[in-house]
């Protein structure tokens, strides 16, 4: 396990990134790894640098200083990619990785292959949070980062119900609740809650998915144009892909969103007999055994005809 101490000493300067399109893990271990920096390391000016993510997020404590300004010219002493699988998936912050004098990565996607200069890795764990839990001393995390840290873990377990959530989840999870969060009140307003137009969106994808491969497979696809009319922006479409998942009898689950003219982004959800990550990796993306993602040219039954066909595939070997 890396010792946060060693990394950062002599570091005047640390930039912490997380993946493009943010999700809960995403912003509460940035978030997390970011307070905690700050208030044991006064003397280390802290950046943390992430695109549009939920409203419901904003309530974290220091989601009002990330910056979203990536025109500076500066070389960072020490730049954490955090719940990031490879370099790409940094978008912009990705220049400031290039430049840092020292790179760490800390994920749990089985498809990272190691990229920084200094990598914690654990495929096993349940998320990034948790991972940052394990850096931390525990004794020294506030509530404040208690919050941040318990949303994450929280959300990338599906609130405790997907398999990746382990006995040390659990453990850390308790550790974080015995902080005084209102842990009830975070997975309800960050978690469950919906806007009217989300609730819109998703009774529309659920309304228009189709079923294949004798009822194994389901897919949904929502266009640029639809959501152009119900208001609504990509952060808006989480959940959407678990949703269909959650339909009894079906292995696997694709939902695809319109990003350009041909261009769809991706998601994908197992319930274990296939392996995701496998075809993500396949067409340039990457994941878990049963979440994972990508991003593909082509018509929407072009995109969904290529993802299938491997499903297909894997369908069949786990039968003989």
Do not use: W
């Not at 995403?26 to 992430?50: H, N």
């Not at 190691?114 to 948790?130: D, G, H, L, R, T």
Request: negative net charge; glycine residues 8%.
């Amino acid at each position: 396990m890396i010792q946060l101490t060693e990394l950062l000493q002599g570091a005047k300067t640390v930039a912490i990134a997380g993946h493009i399109r943010p999700d809960g893990d995403c912003v509460g271990s940035c978030m997390g790894l970011s307070l905690y920096i700050r208030k044991y390391f006064p003397e280390i000016a802290v950046t943390v640098y992430l695109g549009d993510f939920q409203d419901s997020y904003q309530f974290l404590e220091g989601t009002d200083q990330i910056s979203r300004d990536y025109g500076k010219e500066i070389s960072y002493d020490v730049f954490f990619a955090l719940d990031c699988a490879d370099m790409a998936r940094l978008g912009e912050a990705g220049r400031y990785f290039e430049t840092a004098k020292k790179t760490v990565c800390i994920d749990h996607h089985i498809s990272n292959q190691a990229f920084a200069q200094v990598n914690y890795i654990e495929p096993e764990a349940s998320s990034a949070s948790e991972l940052v839990c394990n850096i931390l001393e525990a004794d020294k995390i506030t509530k404040e980062m208690a919050e941040a840290l318990y949303m994450g873990i929280a959300h990338d377990t599906g609130v405790f119900s997907y398999s990746c959530t382990s006995s040390r989840t659990m453990r850390t999870a308790g550790m974080l609740m015995d902080k005084g969060i209102d842990f009830t009140k975070i997975i309800d307003s960050t978690y469950n809650e919906k806007t009217y137009l989300q609730n819109q969106i998703l009774g529309r994808a659920l309304l228009e998915s189709i079923m294949m491969l004798d009822n194994q497979i389901i897919f949904s696809a929502i266009r640029q144009k639809e959501m152009k009319f119900y208001g609504v922006e990509p952060k808006d479409l989480d959940g959407i892909v678990q949703q269909l998942r959650n339909t009894k009898g079906v292995e696997a689950a694709i939902f695809l969103y319109e990003t350009g003219p041909q261009e769809f982004k991706v998601s994908m959800r197992s319930n274990g007999r296939i392996d995701v990550s496998r075809i993500a990796c396949y067409f340039g993306g990457g994941g878990h055994v049963k979440a994972a993602g990508c991003t593909m040219q082509g018509s929407v039954y072009d995109v969904v005809n290529n993802l299938v066909a491997h499903m297909d595939k894997q369908l069949r070997q786990v039968e003989t």
